[in-house]
């Protein structure tokens, strides 16, 4: 009779924590890298949180020189040039 799905796992899961329990060095790499990933995780979406308040910020500094450069043409067209003799 063929074990089923549910014996093969738990007999991979009892090999896997009698492995790990004679090698420590082995399940301290493996929590470093867990802990690694969680890692790049977090500062992955505070990366990603900070690139869109410099979005917010590059699109408001854009908005306000759009404003001023208007501002400017407005002034400079109301300028009469005098003519020259």
Same mark, same amino acid.
């Given at each position: ?16 924590? &009698?492995?790990l329990?004679s ?7 493996i ?8 890692f790049?995780?977090? &500062?992955?979406i ?5 690139w869109?308040v410099?979005n917010?910020?590059? &699109? ?12 400017t ?7 009469v040039?005098?003519e020259q003799?």
């Amino acid at each position: 009779m063929n074990p089923g799905v549910t014996e093969e796992a738990g007999l991979t899961a009892r090999s896997l924590i &009698s492995v790990l329990g004679s090698q420590p060095l082995a399940l301290a790499m493996i929590v470093s890298n867990f802990l690694l990933l969680a890692f790049v995780w977090y &500062s992955d979406i505070e990366n990603n949180r900070a690139w869109q308040v410099a979005n917010a910020q590059r &699109s408001e500094n854009a908005r306000m020189f759009a404003e001023y450069a208007q501002q400017t043409n407005t002034l400079l067209a109301k300028c009469v040039v005098p003519e020259q003799k």
